[in-house]
């Protein structure tokens, strides 16, 4: 009932940044919140930052260090998530997510109901 399709991601060298989109479509108006995991090859995937459907609670994994920001347009259907000062360790597949249900956490993958497909973030020189 809900499509989303992440863009932005590409090469960027380390200390560089870049700005990712999540673009929702589909029966959106139930969606609570919406989340950003990466994954590392070889690794699991794991929990990078959420923000509620009205853009007012913002959630970062401990990990980012205040590098990273989720933000949503004024349109509420499309979520971004800013990297700053890119590191090598932030190359992975991002994906983004929606949940819709009341009474989740914020940082699990079961958290989640919907996810895109990924976009592929690269830091290296």
């Known amino acids: 009932q809900v499509q989303l399709v992440e863009s932005g991601g590409g090469l960027v060298q380390p200390g560089g940044s870049l700005r990712l989109s999540c673009a929702a479509s589909?029966?959106?108006?139930?969606?609570?919140?919406m989340g950003w995991f990466r994954q590392a090859p070889g690794k699991e995937r794991e929990f990078v930052a959420a923000?509620?459907?009205?853009?007012?609670?913002?959630y970062y994994a401990d990990s980012l260090k205040g590098r990273f920001t989720c933000s949503k347009d004024n349109a509420k259907n499309t979520v971004y998530l800013q990297m700053n000062g890119l590191k090598p360790e932030d190359t992975a597949v991002y994906y983004c997510?929606?949940?819709?249900?009341?009474?989740?956490?914020?940082?699990?993958?079961?958290?989640?109901?919907?996810w895109g497909q990924g976009t592929q973030v690269t830091v290296s020189s």
């Open positions: 997510a929606a949940s819709q249900r009341r009474g989740t956490g914020w940082s699990e993958k079961t958290d989640y109901d919907y």
């Open positions: 923000i509620s459907w009205s853009g007012d609670i913002t």
């Open positions: 589909g029966r959106t108006f139930r969606t609570k919140i």
